[in-house]
């Protein structure tokens, strides 16, 4: 059977189904402001203990990464993530959970191929492509005396 792929996109539009748009975008908007809150609620309390801003942000940023690597261990941030969609993957919780997951699954395998070859199968593209971005970046500001 041959199809056009107009004729393939209408046949999967029809046996897909629906997607809960504003339910979506709600859901991701108020569960990706509770990590911000979160955060935020974690540098002030932070800065109320006697940290300085910029100490008690990165004490923050660790507690967050923490908590959202202890929750994927427990099988907990997945199922937010059921339910939250995108607003799981505020950056730095959703990249802490894309790091654990595959480590936990793959445990079973030892800690050198298991844990530690897998931890970085989905985090490593971003990782390189973060690390590539920011060395272009420097160079482009370097070159051309941007700061």
């Known amino acids: 059977m041959k199809m056009t792929p107009e004729e393939y996109g209408r046949m999967a ?3 897909s189904p629906g997607s809960p748009f504003p339910k979506n975008c709600l859901l991701a908007f108020l569960i990706g402001g509770l990590i911000c809150t979160l955060g935020q609620v ?4 932070y ?3 006697g940290l300085e801003q910029e100490v008690a942000s990165t004490a923050a940023s660790v507690t967050l990464v923490f908590l959202a690597v202890l929750l ?3 099988g907990v941030y997945d199922n937010i993530a059921k339910y939250a969609g995108a607003g799981t993957l ?3 919780t959703g990249f802490a959970n894309s790091v654990a997951s595959p480590a936990l699954e793959f ?4 800690l ?3 844990l530690g070859a897998k931890m970085f199968i989905i985090a490593g593209p971003v990782i390189v492509y ?5 060395v272009v970046y420097g160079l482009i500001i370097y070159l051309f005396r941007l700061y």
Request: proline share 4%; with cysteine; aromatic share 8%.
């Open 13 to 15: 539009k029809k046996a």
């Open 42 to 45: 974690c540098i002030e309390l």
């Open 47 to 49: 800065q109320y203990a």
């Open 72 to 74: 994927s261990g427990f």
């Open 90 to 92: 505020v950056p730095i």
């Open 107 to 110: 445990k079973s395998e030892g």
């Open 112 to 114: 050198v191929l298991g």
């Open 130 to 134: 973060g690390t590539a971005a920011s």
